[in-house]
T-cell receptor, first 117, second 114 residues
Framework: GAVVSQHPSRVICKSGTSVKIECRSL??????MFWYRQFPKQSLMLMAT?????????EQGVEKDKFLINHASLTLSTLTVTSAHPEDSSFYIC?????????????FGDGTRLSIL | QKEVEQNSGPLSVPEGAIASLNCTYS??????FFWYRQYSGKSPELIMS????GDKEDGRFTAQLNKASQYVSLLIRDSQPSDSATYLC??????????????FGRGTQLTVWP
């Protein structure tokens, strides 16, 4: 079945560091990728939607200058948390859907647990 | 307003029992319906998808959809301790800029005790 690979699985770094998270579709072309954030005991919150070759669409309240999303190819999207602070500590998850799959189940990466000290 | 509501739980059932998870959604344009299971510290994994009214069975899992009532449920038969997780209901719409986007409920935490 379709597989989405997310890397790294865990990051621990100092406040002020920028962190890049990669999301790759391994066996299909991901025309759309979604980035979520999940705080403990809460549901997934969509941060942004990215379509290959175009600018990401951010949800209300999500700072686009802080959470930089690049979707330059049909198999790779990256989320960069710039100048991360402790309040950015969270579980970040990507998902992807391919051509003609808008209403098909999305495939999730394994998530990245980000801890900012 | 695109709201997805789940019974808050937590839900606790004995091993071997039927666990019933419920979800309602507010947007009649909702097109596709999914149940995901999420273990603590892990990302969601798809359990069931359902697109038309009625029941859909897959092993011990049965999803039920009633679009008139805007209701979708998940039944887990012969519940096992390994089913203990948070179950997320999600829907997609069929139009416009929201195409493909998943709208999640807050999740129901299920505990199956031996």
């Amino acid at each position: 079945g379709a597989v989405v690979s997310q890397h790294p699985s865990r990051v621990i770094c100092k406040s002020g560091t920028s962190v890049k998270i990669e999301c790759r579709s391994l066996d299909f072309q991901a025309t759309t990728m979604f980035w979520y954030r999940q705080f403990p005991k809460q549901s997934l919150m969509l941060m942004a939607t990215s379509n290959e070759g175009s600018k990401a669409t951010y949800e209300q309240g999500v700072e686009k200058d802080k959470f930089l999303i690049n979707h330059a190819s049909l198999t790779l999207s990256t989320l960069t948390v710039t100048s991360a602070h402790p309040e950015d500590s969270s579980f970040y998850i990507c998902s992807a859907s391919g051509v003609g799959q808008a209403n098909q189940p999305q495939h999730f990466g394994d998530g990245t647990r980000l801890s900012i000290l | 307003q695109k709201e997805v509501e789940q019974n808050s739980g937590p839900l606790s059932v004995p091993e071997g029992a039927i666990a019933s998870l419920n979800c309602t959604y507010s947007d009649r344009g909702s097109q596709s319906f999914f149940w995901y299971r999420q273990y603590s510290g892990k990302s969601p994994e798809l359990i069931m998808s359902i697109y038309s009214n009625g029941d859909k069975e897959d092993g011990r899992f049965t999803a039920q959809l009633n679009k008139a009532s805007q209701y979708v449920s998940l039944l887990i038969r012969d519940s096992q301790p390994s089913d203990s997780a948070t179950y997320l209901c999600a829907v997609t719409l069929d139009r416009g800029s929201t195409l493909g986007r998943l709208y999640f409920g807050r999740g129901t935490q299920l505990t199956v005790w031996p």
